[in-house]
């Protein structure tokens, strides 16, 4: 099914100029890139992004780190993007996520683990529409994808 996920390179991953080595992981893959937005996000932001996670220990710290530089949000378009996605993005701490994945290949702590992907199509409609407009996502085709699908 075709699905549009969340995604967002966090602030490690924007100042230690990884935003191409990390786009060429979800192109190659064959995903599409239909929104794009660079932006130092704020701490109300932040906040509501990661709500589920307000009252936990590590949460002023992930709100910190999240507003400290700036990020690049984008939505991701593919069959299955979301669970396709999340593979690539690989577990959360980056010591223990596989190597070939984006954290396992780039990171070394959970507190700096470089991006961020929806874990379900109810948080990826829930974060998209926090970040994008509707008409800031793009539809179009290109001829590759009759490459890509069968
Ligand atoms: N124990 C922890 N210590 C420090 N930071 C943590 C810890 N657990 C989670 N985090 C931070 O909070 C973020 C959200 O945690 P979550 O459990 O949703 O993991 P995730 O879904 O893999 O990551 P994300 O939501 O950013 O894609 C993590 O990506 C990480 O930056
Ligand atoms: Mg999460």
Not at 114 to 123: C, E, L, M, Q, V
Request: aromatic letters at 8%; hydrophobic letters at 40%.
């Amino acid at each position: 099914m075709m699905e549009r996920s969340f995604v967002m390179l966090k602030p490690d991953a924007v100042s230690r100029k990884l935003i191409g080595r990390i786009l060429s992981r979800f192109e190659e893959k064959g995903l599409k890139i239909v929104a794009l937005n660079f932006l130092q996000i704020d701490e109300d932001l932040a906040k509501t992004h990661y709500g589920e996670h307000e009252g936990k220990p590590f949460f002023k710290d992930l709100v910190g780190y999240i507003i400290s530089a700036p990020s690049l949000a984008m939505v991701i378009e593919g069959d299955d993007a979301i669970s396709v996605i999340r593979k690539i993005v690989g577990a959360t701490n980056p010591k223990e996520a596989d190597l070939g994945t984006i954290r396992g290949d780039f990171g070394m702590d959970t507190g700096r683990n470089i991006i961020h992907a929806s874990d379900s199509p109810k948080s990826a409609e829930r974060e998209i529409d926090l970040f994008f407009n509707r008409d800031e996502m793009c539809d179009y085709e290109v001829p590759e994808d009759s490459w890509v699908y069968e």
